[in-house]
């Protein structure tokens, strides 16, 4: 059974086949372990774990499909990656710690892509919200937004309301049962990405 | 007050819901500890040493008796008949089942109460001024503001996983009595030279580990941008503060790390995209909101009452009482009264579910029916006529509640320490207790005068020991408890941050310490000098010199 959750333009849920096929870098050999230490981009030391050249270049990347692709393996192995652009086949994979600035500098037009999927490692990590809001919003992303990676149905109201239109549940836990959370609140009282603040959705008079 | 109307009736109702269903879920073992753990911290719910704590939300320390009524009846059903007001004027619950939070949370409900976001890395409960609207000092009543910015935080989908707590505080009176500076944000209302509300902003302050006093990001703030500002100061913390290290989560470490002026440029950046946009409140919306935070029907008074200055002349008891518990009104006959959660030899904060009662029923004939909590853990009813304010005292002291103490020594702020919290490295309650019975002299107490005594059980400084004029801070020495002592700490426009007198004490010691303090004090003051006025003359020097001094001889 699929953990893809998708909602319809007309915010309808449902579980959907995943057409896309995640290309997922081979694990690091033990010495090769290297953490982000230091303050690459200005203080920002969250220890996440970047992808060393050699796991980049030991990527297996699948020659045909639809295929989702780490930015950082886009950003080292374009020259074989840019024909699938063309055909719809390519979608990118923000890491929370990457910026949406990033993205943008690889592809000026960001709806070129038709899917960026943010990956979440832990899901207490909110910024996944903020870069959707972004990509929403100031990047103006009208393709299908995906939560990947540990996406629970006790967030996934706050994914929906920051922009994402799909979700893809933790493999160990029931997209079915997830379905129920994305309709926790039928009034919110603040905007999200597609909605403004209550006192201007209803009169409260 | 502000009431409810079926948009937030219908959040809080489907809040039980959600949550009633997610704590079925980790009962039943579909959530692990660690996945259930931001689900109940978001609703208040600790897991302490004995029994889960449940932290009920009074959104700016308002409350009805209505509310504290059901309070009163939630304590006796579901704890052991009292409940504890905390530091952030809300209510907790020491001995609460698990099991029986999602029915809690339920009947709150029916009185338009809840626990969300009284814990967890989000948007807390906002906090003010315990006198709002009716302090003579006031220059802006924040209210308003204060519950609007409580929806816009209530469930927000982008901050509701921050690097860490965020912890907002409004004030709009001349004397900051919100203590704004030790906020992540602090908002303080003034009055522009246009006429208008406007805001000066203060981000980065905060107390536990590393106490900082906020810096003003902005000082001229049009107040239909406070939403739209603040998610700007939020989102950039959210994206840059620091999700390694808890200790170094909070946004002041950021604000430090990059300088104010790099924060500001990357806030007012962020800001410039959707300033204009819908977050800026409407005065549709403002006018809405405003109206339930309109003067109460006060009587046309005389400014003074013959029965009350009799009562004052004749009865040195009510005096005293007067002197401390009694705080001025804007409208003349009127004041508020603070009825004390200090009496001497009790846990600072705690009141049982018969004294809920009394005070709900002296807030309905006395006092429109409405309450206060301060963030000194006392109760207020804001709005007593002076002709009153004999019965009321009457009836307040046969309920305990009417110890003259407001502002002295005794007055402490304490948080719950190590006999509920599992985060203490030492118990708190037992040492205010102590410092209480070694002070119990009440004429000696008022002689000695304002003076403010604060006392956290760890770091973490939920008692706000670091703005104390003396502060007692719970340290951990080799498995034992420690106290470590600070004199020079203080709230409000001028505050400061207590210097250590030196090494730390024992429990037994503590109350001999606080007195040789007071004995410095009582020989070296001049004139009217506060205790903190003489610290601030002297330094630190002869209050370290006596206390050791008495140590090696002992
Ligand atoms: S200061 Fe420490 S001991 Fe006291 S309540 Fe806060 S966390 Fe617990």
């Known amino acids: ?205 | 007050m502000y009431k409810y109307d079926p948009i937030d009736q219908q959040i809080v109702n489907e809040r039980v819901a959600q949550y009633r269903d997610q704590t079925r879920r980790y009962l039943a073992g579909e959530l692990t500890d660690e996945e259930y753990r931001p689900l109940r911290l978001q609703n208040g719910l600790y897991i302490q040493r004995h029994a889960p704590m449940l932290r009920i939300a009074v959104p700016y320390g308002l409350i009805s008796s209505k509310q504290l009524r059901k309070l009163g009846d939630i304590t006796k059903q579901y704890d052991r008949g009292y409940g504890h007001f905390s530091t952030r004027q809300n209510l907790q619950l020491n001995w609460p089942k698990l099991e029986d939070t999602p029915d809690i949370l339920a009947e709150l409900a029916t009185v338009e109460m809840h626990a969300i976001q009284t814990s967890g890395n989000c948007i807390r409960n906002i906090t003010t001024d315990q006198f709002a609207g009716i302090a003579p000092d006031e220059i802006i009543d924040p209210r308003a503001v204060a519950e609007i910015m409580r929806q816009w935080s209530t469930f927000h989908p982008e901050f509701a996983l921050l690097p860490r707590k965020f912890k907002i505080a409004v004030s709009g009176t001349e004397k900051d009595r919100a203590i704004v500076q030790a906020h992540d944000i602090g908002l303080e209302f003034y009055k522009d030279d246009q006429g208008q509300m406007a805001i000066k902003v203060w981000v980065g302050g905060g107390l536990g580990r590393t106490p900082i006093l906020g810096t003003v990001i902005r000082e001229h703030l049009e107040w239909q941008h406070v939403l739209s500002y603040c998610e700007a100061v939020i989102r950039v913390y959210n994206i840059h503060g620091r999700r390694d290290n808890a200790y170094k989560a909070r946004i002041k470490i950021l604000v430090k790390a990059l300088g104010i002026e790099e924060f500001k440029r990357q806030v007012e950046e962020e800001w410039a995209h959707f300033k204009d946009g819908p977050l800026t409140i409407t005065q549709n919306e403002l006018d809405r909101v405003a109206k339930y935070f309109e003067p109460m029907p006060y009587k046309d008074l005389p400014a003074h009452d013959a029965s009350f200055d009799a009562a004052v002349a004749s009865n040195p008891a009510f005096a005293a009482w007067v002197k401390r518990c009694v705080q001025p009104h804007r409208v003349p006959g009127y004041r508020a009264v603070t009825l004390s959660l200090k009496p001497h030899g009790k846990a600072p904060g705690d009141i049982t579910s018969e004294q809920m009662h009394v005070v709900a029923d002296l807030a309905d004939a006395y006092s429109f029916g409405e309450l206060r909590s301060s963030h000194e853990q006392n109760l207020i009813l804001a709005d007593v006529q002076l002709s009153d304010l004999f019965t009321v005292w009457q009836k307040a002291h046969a309920a305990g509640l009417a110890t003259p103490n407001i502002g002295l020594l005794t007055d402490i702020i304490c948080c719950p320490g190590g006999d509920f919290c599992s985060l203490a490295n030492a118990k708190s309650i037992p040492i205010a207790e102590a410092i209480q019975m070694q002070f119990d002299n009440l004429d000696y107490l008022h002689e000695i005068g304002d003076l403010e005594l604060n006392i956290s059980g760890c770091m973490n400084a939920c008692g706000h020991h670091h703005v104390g004029h003396i502060g007692i801070l719970g340290v951990d020495k080799d498995g034992s408890e420690w106290y470590q002592v600070t004199v020079g700490g203080k709230q409000g426009n001028d505050a400061s941050i207590g210097s250590v007198i030196g090494p730390s004490f024992s429990a037994e010691e503590m109350p001999g310490v606080v007195q040789r303090l007071i004995e410095v004090y009582v020989r070296e003051r001049q004139d009217e000098e506060r205790f903190i006025d003489t610290v601030r003359r002297l330094g630190v020097a002869p209050f370290k010199a006596h206390v050791y001094a008495e140590k090696e001889t002992a």
């Not at chain 1, 500098?105 to 960001?110: H, I, S, V």
Request: aromatic residues 8%; charged residues 20%; neutral net charge.
């Open chain 1, 1 to 205: 059974m699929s953990q893809l959750i998708q909602l319809a333009a007309n915010g309808q849920a449902s579980i959907v086949a995943d057409t896309w096929t995640r290309v997922v870098p081979p694990a690091a050999g033990e010495e090769s372990v290297r953490k982000q230490a230091g303050k690459v981009v200005l203080f920002k030391l969250t220890g996440e774990q970047t992808y060393t050249a050699e796991q980049i270049a030991n990527t297996e990347i699948p020659a045909t499909g639809k295929i989702l692709v780490p930015l950082t393996i886009w950003q080292a192995r374009k020259a074989e990656l840019q024909s699938r652009l063309p055909t719809g086949e390519l979608g990118i994979i923000l890491a929370t710690n990457e910026t949406a600035e990033a993205l943008q500098a690889e592809f000026a037009d960001l709806n070129s892509l038709p899917l960026i999927a943010v990956f979440v490692e832990r899901f207490a990590d909110g910024r996944i919200f903020t870069l959707g809001n972004w990509l929403r919003t100031r990047f103006g992303f009208k393709n299908e937004l995906r939560a990947i990676g540990d996406v629970l149905r006790d967030q996934l109201f706050f994914h929906k309301r920051a922009g994402f239109d799909s979700f893809l549940i933790r493999a160990d836990r029931s997209a079915e049962d997830a379905l129920a959370s994305l309709n926790d609140f039928s009034q919110p009282y603040q905007g999200g990405v597609a909605d403004v603040p209550v006192w201007r959705r209803i009169s409260r008079a």
